[in-house]
């Protein structure tokens, strides 16, 4: 029997980085954008809030890039304040790196298990899908799953009665499968 799970983002991940202001860890980014342009030079920023205090901090997207090699659907999107380009942008290695931000996926998420539980009974094949790079630990989302404390589902992984071509331990954002063995 095969099921499908699928990890989907519940709002936007909260941003690791220090506060200017008040030196808090956490920001939160609310989908708003600030596109300056100069000339034929264009910035813009993400902004995001202070969770402690509510100081803006802007995380750059673009900088001194030319207004003609953006393309136009971006520029749009940037002015109408996009949530999805957001999200998009937060997920971006290259722009997590060049604002030296981490992401924070705590209470983020939700996993669709697609219905009511199976018969324990049964093998069963689980493959889990991400809709966003969420990292997540597979024992959670298999304990979350099937109703099961982790330390069960940490037992049936050493008994061999959870098998993956994935390592099971430490965390994952992308598409993998797991068979439940009875």
Known sequence: MLETWVV???RLPLVLRRCHGCAAEHLRANGKFRVNANHKLIDA??????????QT?????L???NVRSIRPELLD???ANDLGLAAELLQDP???RRNRIALDWTDA????????????REVIEVAVRFAARIPVRPVRLIAEGRGLP??????LIADGKVVSAVRLTGRLSADFTFMLKP
């Open 8 to 10: 989907m983002p519940t």
């Open 45 to 54: 920023w993400l902004l995001a809030l202070c969770t402690a205090c509510g």
């Open 57 to 61: 901090a802007r995380l750059t997207v």
């Open 63 to 65: 900088e001194r890039a």
């Open 77 to 79: 999107r940037l002015h």
């Open 94 to 96: 290259l722009v997590r």
């Open 109 to 120: 998420w939700r996993l669709d298990t697609g219905g009511t539980p199976r018969p324990d």
């Open 150 to 155: 982790r330390a069960e589902v940490e037992r």
